[in-house]
């Protein structure tokens, strides 16, 4: 027997960037402004440690800055911190070949944001609140998935407590346990790479500019940041290398990595004067076979991840549960259950191709970059010169990296 405070609506599984955005989201939309829904989040929130920068950073598209901006939470991300970036220059680092990119030249204010995770969880999470049908459960583990017959998924967490629901979301990362229980299969493989993430602080200042320099051993980018007094000498550093040489470079002690990364990186912003604590994960790229099945979707990392080398996994999750919350809207309209398996079914329609066609795009550059031959290597870099010249396909690329 099931009291009725525990049924819910619409559950989301997983209260991180995308899985907050989504259940913001849907509580929003007028047609939905009645839907009972839970978030179930396994991990207490605790609020990062110290006035450094968080180590993880997204690099917000303008399509997702506008998303934000209609959920009224990027007004909350600006008065925290954020870093605008205007140009973002692009270079093999086995030839000339150089791309430079300007948002003066699509008359854009800037080509993105570079937010720390937890700034924008912060401002989800405050905005999450404000709504009257939406609870937080939180910590809060899923032991179980199990499809009602009547219709419906009934989840049981750890403790014995269950929730039922008519539409299940799963936004618990790459790893997710409802994916697992529920019996949807992957595709994945692994890249044989590390990225090591963390911030340093540079000779030079940024000039609000993305850099990134492509190795034959992985990609590295400087991501600008912005200290509250507006400091412009640090950056996000994300360092894809491969397995046994990310794990010499975690090895090194402050000093040895920083001159390590000013080689690596042509010293293009002088000196590495400071390194914070650095962390080093895995690169597995990963699609799920379906992201639906009756009663449950998968969105961002639980549907797909990618190389981080265009920053564009939160971008991608963003859009799904834009497309998804209008899928759940339309058929409230007529009177669907937010689960029916045709509304999910143009869920997963939608947002698919576009997903797929993304990995194709960033794993042709992962292994253009990755080809050490001569005949490669001058394709690429007269390739790279060339596009750099031709202004409109140029802009294009810009527009499409920005999501418009």
Not at 24 to 53: N, Q, Y
Not at 176 to 203: C, F, K, N, P
Not at 252 to 264: K, N, V
Not at 390 to 401: C, E, G, Y
Request: net charge negative; hydrophobic share 45%; with cysteine.
């Amino acid at each position: 027997m099931y009291v009725a405070e525990n049924r819910y609506d619409v559950v989301v599984v997983g209260a991180g960037l995308v899985g907050a955005a989504f259940a913001v989201r849907l509580a929003s939309m007028p047609a939905c402004a009645k839907l009972r829904i839970a978030v179930v989040e396994g991990r207490a929130f605790v609020p990062p440690a110290g006035d450094g920068f968080d180590p993880r950073v997204v690099a917000l598209t303008e399509a997702s800055r506008t998303l934000l901006d209609m959920l009224d939470v990027w007004r909350s991300v600006q008065v925290k911190r954020l870093c605008p970036y205007d140009k973002m220059e692009v270079w093999d680092a086995d030839g000339t070949g150089r791309i430079e990119f300007d948002a003066a030249e699509v008359r854009a204010p800037c080509l993105g944001h570079i937010v720390e995770n937890s700034v924008l969880l912060s401002a989800l999470l405050s905005r999450l609140e404000t709504f009257g049908n939406i609870d937080l459960l939180c910590p809060a583990v899923v032991a179980s998935v199990e499809n009602l017959p009547v219709g419906g998924v009934r989840l049981g967490l750890q403790g014995g407590e269950f929730l039922l629901s008519e539409l299940v979301v799963a936004a618990d990362g790459a790893q997710s346990r409802v994916r697992e229980m529920a019996g949807l299969q992957m595709r994945e493989w692994d890249y044989g790479h590390r990225a090591i993430v963390t911030t340093v602080t540079t000779e030079r200042g940024h000039e609000f500019t993305a850099r990134q320099r492509f190795m034959s051993s992985g990609p590295l980018a400087f991501l600008p940041l912005q200290t509250d007094s507006g400091d412009s000498h640090c950056c996000s550093l994300v360092w894809s290398q491969q397995d046994e040489q990310a794990e010499r470079l975690m090895a090194l002690d402050d000093g040895e990595f920083c001159r390590a990364l000013e080689l690596a990186s042509e010293g293009c912003l002088g000196k590495i004067q400071a390194v914070d604590k650095r962390f080093s994960f895995p690169l597995r790229q990963r699609h799920a076979v379906d992201y639906v099945k009756p009663g449950l979707a998968l969105v961002g990392d639980a549907a797909h991840t990618i190389h981080p080398l265009a920053g564009q996994g939160v971008n991608l999750g963003f859009q799904d549960i834009v497309a998804l919350a209008e899928e759940i809207e339309q058929a409230l309209e007529k009177g669907l259950s937010p689960g029916n398996e045709l509304v999910l079914g143009r869920y997963q329609r939608r947002r698919k191709p576009d997903n797929l066609g993304m990995m194709v795009v960033m794993e042709g550059f992962k292994r253009l970059f990755e080809e050490d031959t001569l005949p490669v290597r001058l394709l690429r870099n007269v390739g790279m010169s060339q596009m750099n010249a031709v202004t409109p396909l140029k802009n294009r690329i810009i527009r499409q990296a920005m999501g418009l």
